[in-house]
């Protein structure tokens, strides 16, 4: 069926752009704390067995992504006078930023289950009110407009603050945590002042944005019709499946790094250079996104991201232990990282249009969140294969040296395991053909609306 837009969403101011924008730094100062950190957490400074550590993330991990389903039925049900979506940023940013803090507050016990239970309850609790936020905050992006290129400008906006977001936390969390006088309540009170800054932000995005795109098939709050046509969109499944791919390589590569650099490089401090290294090259790489995309349409763009990542993996493998060779690795991984992180999302909302066009259905949440649901699976897999790979190569969390074989384990799980990943996401764009027809699909929605 055809939608109805709102005068202005051919242009995105850069103010509302930049608003937009802040909801993904509010998530990544507190995803990328876990992401880099928790893992290590958990091993090192509560002293959990690190394979216990990644089995809890992937079971949580599912029951997250099963739970996005379920929110993204809920945007597409929601009414309110601020629309479907927005609404939730106003009503879950206090609670996410209460759950993500009660993560680090693991109690002092002698018994093994009882730290484990509140690990799952509580990192199920953050992901559960992280789904009630980040569902809505992405589905906002195919309602603001519906214009591909002014939606890949949104999630360059988005890219860029995330990218923002992943330095505060890579330059500050352990200067905060030795501030705060390291140990477990160094953490604490570190991930307490992250969580204040991250409601706040998420409020302003809230401020900031305003939904223009509405359907008029009344269809679309219907459940069983909309996952039939889900089912039918041969390019969601495709943007699935690349999209799981594509976070497993974020799940390897943010929770190794903290590994590497402590028992393979033998420095930990240098954790933020790293991820310095990481996330500096994305910003110039996210300013010329913009003309790329438009050159070279969003799969190419992907393409050429996954090149880079393969390019880093190999070059790591000539000295893994020459810490300039490291260092220079993640330059060329973060100029990788960049156009895959810039075009995602936005190849998952153009997927949007294209159920809409094949099966008359538009159903933005749903869509995002089952999209969202490999997203989480990807991390929880990656971060699963990093603990599991661990404790398969005998990583002990309390050695200050570890032996060969978990050497050798936290090698593979940052070279050789992404870098078999990336290859295969490779493979699954091939077969993405969007970029091609999406004027057309546009065309062919725009005509039957004034048909109506």
Known sequence: MGMQSSLGTDHIPLKNRIGYGVGDLASNIIFTGFSFFLVYFYTDIVSIPVAIVGTVMLVSRIFDGVTDIIMGIVVDRTKS?????????LWMAIPFGVSAALVFFVPESDSLTLQVAYIFITYNLVSLCYTAINIPYGVLNSLITNNPYQRSLLNIARAFMANIGVIAVGQLVMPLVNFFGGGKEGWQYTFIILSIVSAILFLITFLSSKENVKAQSPQQHNLKPALGALVRNKYWWLALLFG?????????????????????????????????????????????????????????????????????????????????????????????????????????????????????????????????????????????????????????????????????????????????????????????????????????????????
Not at 81 to 89: E, H, I, S
Not at 404 to 431: K, Q, R
């Open 244 to 452: 799981t791919l594509f976070f497993v390589i974020i799940g390897l590569t943010f929770n190794s790094p903290v590994y590497y650099a402590k028992y393979i490089l033998k420095d930990p401090s240098i954790i933020g250079t790293i991820i310095m290294c990481l996330i500096i090259p994305q910003f110039p790489t996210l300013f010329l996104m913009p003309k790329i995309v438009k050159c070279w349409g969003k799969r190419l763009t992907c393409q050429f991201g996954l090149v880079c990542l393969a390019i880093s993996y190999l070059l790591i493998q000539i000295d893994p232990y020459n810490v300039d060779l490291v260092l220079a690795a993640n330059v060329i991984k973060g100029i990788g990282i960049a156009p895959l992180i810039g075009s995602f999302f936005a190849i998952l909302a153009d997927t949007v249009e294209y159920g809409e066009w094949k099966t008359g259905q538009r159903t933005e949440g749903l869509v995002y969140s089952a999209g969202s649901f490999g997203s989480k699976v990807g991390v929880g897999l990656g971060t699963a294969m990093v603990g599991w790979i661990l404790g398969a190569g005998d990583y002990v969390g309390s050695l200050e040296v570890q032996p060969d074989s978990a050497l050798n384990a936290i090698l593979s799980v940052s070279i050789w395991y992404p870098l078999m990943v990336a290859i295969l996401a490779f493979i699954v764009l091939c077969f993405y053909h969007l970029d091609k027809i999406s004027p057309t699909i546009l065309d062919d929605l725009e005509n039957e609306k004034r048909a109506v």
């Open 81 to 89: 006078r601020f629309g479907k979506a927005r609404p939730w940023l």
